[in-house]
């Protein structure tokens, strides 16, 4: 929570002092969504997004949290490409590229990271040295067979961090000659085993989903809102799909009563999520605050 002047106060105490008194761990994770390829800013004409983004901009901030926060961790919840003439061009060497230089821990994949094909991505994720992970689609008999992880555990700080990645129906959205042999299987239910799996198997302290799912929808499909509010061992939902801009995290209740966080930062690189939290190793407790840094020209 925070307190007087925006510090982060537990009850009576600072951060710093509480701290002091008790072994917690301070975990900031970094996020991204829907980049698009965009690797430049916006044109200075543009009427929205005047000078605003850009692949260096966002690499001097994330390198400037990462002089001053100990434990970070960075991540991209798909449709890293498509969008501008970088991938009509090189079909993903560069942004991928890009990305490994500023140092991604870990992607998922999103509906137009298959514009080039299957076989387009796996050929690109050569340049990637992130894991793109995804625990409900099946790759047997594809291109992308081997080239990919469900889940990967990050250790920070004496923290032990399960990530997944988990995406969304991709027939009807994605041409099957595009997608090919991919098999999409129900969300839900595989991103509950990957949590559980993560958190009772594996002993993570926190639990992460990297989804394209999109954060709500009208309709009956599946949302990271819903699959926050039917998850049992998922901390925090990084989205993307929708381009939804939230200035700090939606919190939501799981089927168990437990808290679960909600983020997602727009598209086009414009912004960089932020969420701070601070764990007790081995106590099952934290507390968490989050907010989205807009990238802009005198970064």
Same mark, same amino acid.
């Given at each position: 929570?925070?307190?007087?002047?925006?510090?982060?106060?537990?009850?009576?105490?600072?951060?710093?002092?509480?701290?002091?008194?008790?072994?917690?761990?301070?975990?900031?994770?970094?996020?991204?969504?829907?980049?698009?390829?965009?690797?430049?800013?916006?044109?200075?004409?543009?009427?929205?997004?005047?000078?605003?983004?850009?692949? #260096?901009?966002?690499?001097?901030?994330?390198?400037?949290?990462?002089?001053?926060?100990?434990?970070?961790?960075?991540?991209? #919840?798909?449709?890293?490409?498509?969008?501008?003439?970088?991938?009509?061009?090189?079909?993903? *060497?560069?942004?991928?590229?890009?990305?490994?230089?500023?140092?991604?821990?870990?992607?998922?994949?999103?509906?137009?990271?298959?514009?080039? %094909?299957?076989?387009?991505?796996?050929?690109?994720? #050569?340049?990637?040295?992130?894991?793109?992970?995804?625990?409900?689609?099946?790759?047997?008999?594809?291109?992308?067979?081997?080239?990919?992880?469900?889940?990967?555990?990050?250790?920070?700080?004496?923290?032990?961090?399960?990530?997944?990645?988990?995406?969304?129906?991709?027939?009807?959205?994605?041409?099957?000659?595009?997608?090919?042999?991919?098999?999409?299987?129900?969300?839900?239910?595989?991103?509950?085993?990957?949590?559980?799996?993560?958190?009772?198997?594996?002993?993570?302290?926190?639990?992460?989903?990297?989804?394209?799912?999109?954060?709500?929808?009208?309709?009956?499909?599946?949302?990271?809102?819903?699959?926050?509010?039917?998850?049992?061992?998922?901390?925090?939902?990084?989205?993307?799909?929708?381009?939804?801009?939230?200035?700090?995290?939606?919190?939501?209740?799981?089927?168990?009563?437990? *808290?679960?966080?909600?983020?997602?930062? %727009?598209?086009?690189?414009?912004?960089?999520?932020?969420?701070?939290?601070?764990?007790?190793?081995?106590?099952?407790?934290?507390?968490?605050?989050?907010?989205?840094?807009?990238?802009?020209?005198?970064?």
């Amino acid at each position: 929570m925070l307190g007087a002047g925006g510090m982060l106060a537990f009850g009576n105490l600072s951060a710093n002092e509480w701290f002091a008194k008790k072994e917690v761990v301070k975990l900031t994770i970094l996020h991204t969504n829907d980049v698009h390829s965009r690797l430049e800013p916006f044109p200075a004409n543009d009427p929205k997004f005047p000078g605003m983004g850009g692949a #260096a901009r966002r690499a001097a901030l994330i390198n400037s949290i990462r002089n001053t926060e100990p434990n970070v961790l960075l991540f991209d #919840a798909g449709d890293i490409f498509q969008g501008t003439p970088y991938f009509n061009f090189y079909h993903g *060497e560069p942004e991928l590229k890009v990305m490994s230089q500023m140092g991604y821990d870990a992607a998922t994949i999103g509906n137009h990271d298959f514009d080039a %094909g299957a076989d387009g991505l796996a050929t690109q994720l #050569a340049h990637a040295n992130f894991p793109m992970l995804n625990c409900n689609y099946t790759f047997s008999g594809s291109p992308l067979e081997g080239k990919t992880q469900p889940h990967k555990i990050f250790n920070k700080g004496g923290l032990r961090i399960g990530v997944f990645g988990i995406g969304l129906e991709l027939n009807g959205l994605v041409p099957k000659n595009l997608y090919g042999e991919v098999v999409y299987n129900e969300p839900i239910a595989k991103a509950n085993a990957a949590a559980r799996y993560l958190k009772i198997d594996q002993k993570c302290d926190l639990v992460i989903c990297l989804s394209h799912l999109g954060y709500s929808y009208t309709s009956s499909q599946v949302s990271d809102l819903v699959l926050a509010a039917q998850s049992e061992h998922i901390n925090l939902i990084i989205g993307g799909h929708t381009h939804t801009f939230l200035n700090h995290p939606t919190r939501v209740k799981n089927n168990k009563g437990a *808290e679960v966080l909600v983020n997602q930062v %727009g598209w086009a690189g414009l912004r960089l999520g932020r969420i701070d939290y601070f764990i007790s190793p081995g106590a099952n407790k934290h507390t968490a605050d989050g907010h989205a840094l807009k990238i802009f020209k005198s970064q």
